[in-house]
């Protein structure tokens, strides 16, 4: 299980589901343990009552149906699939107005949906995700690139209230692949993964809302300046060793 975990985290994003299959067929044992630890890149399907797009995931999965955070209900329909409580309910499509927001100020579209749900320890988990197709035929005001996909979740396990105060703790994943071609540069592909993780004690007086988005704020600024200088950075420094730009190219003397 640690080897297949640690291949996973060397595989690109866009080839994820083929790898994760493959072990899913050598090792049927952890299949359980594979699903619910890799991360995939998001699913997207329309609730058709409302008519709008929500995030597919393990969070608001049950059997083989997906329950929308517009109408609450599981497509395909499912009759006992579990839902939150009412007031977690409210606080979930809350949560998703606000969230839908904060997408368009820093992606400029996409497609974002917030899931809540109560856990065995008094408190709740949130999750937050958000889908910003960067392609030429993709959503959002941007979309020059051949291929490219941004997939980010956010997992926040909140814990009971004591005095005022709660403890977060916040899990975040993104996903990035990007794909270019032109005549200039020719075609070029990028894709990797980061994870990272936030703890953090936090006063309620504000609500728990206004704490989260802080949190997930400040973790995506972390997270896309580190995806900046590990991949974009250390890709530049590579190409400009191998192929550096003709004016800092030194002619030798000749002999």
Request: net charge negative; charged share 25%.
């Amino acid at each position: 299980m640690e080897a297949a975990m640690g291949l996973m985290r060397r595989m690109p994003p866009k080839h994820t589901e083929t790898s994760l299959s493959a072990l899913l067929s050598l090792l049927p044992q952890h299949s359980s343990d594979l699903l619910s630890q890799v991360d995939q890149p998001l699913q997207v399907l329309c609730d058709m009552e409302y008519g709008k797009e929500f995030i597919l995931c393990e969070y608001n999965r049950d059997a083989d149906s997906y329950r929308s955070p517009w109408s609450n209900k599981y497509h395909p329909p499912l009759e006992d699939g579990s839902l939150p409580s009412l007031e977690l309910r409210k606080l979930e499509v809350e949560a998703n107005d606000i969230f839908a927001i904060y997408r368009d100020q820093y992606y400029e579209g996409g497609i974002s949906s917030v899931y809540m749900w109560e856990d065995d320890n008094e408190g709740f988990v949130g999750c937050f995700l958000i889908k910003k197709d960067g392609s030429k035929t993709g959503q959002g005001r941007r979309g020059y690139l051949q291929e490219g996909a941004w997939d980010a979740i956010h997992v926040i396990e909140v814990g009971p209230e004591e005095e005022g105060t709660a403890h977060y703790r916040l899990t975040s994943t993104v996903m990035l692949s990007l794909t270019t071609d032109n005549e200039s540069s020719g075609t070029f592909s990028l894709s990797g993964s980061i994870r990272r993780q936030m703890n953090m004690h936090l006063s309620t007086e504000e609500g728990h809302l206004c704490n989260m988005g802080r949190m997930i704020e400040e973790m995506e600024s972390k997270l896309r300046n580190s995806l900046d200088q590990v991949y974009f950075g250390k890709t530049k420094e590579m190409v400009c060793t191998l192929r550096p730009p003709s004016e800092v190219v030194m002619r030798l003397p000749d002999s």
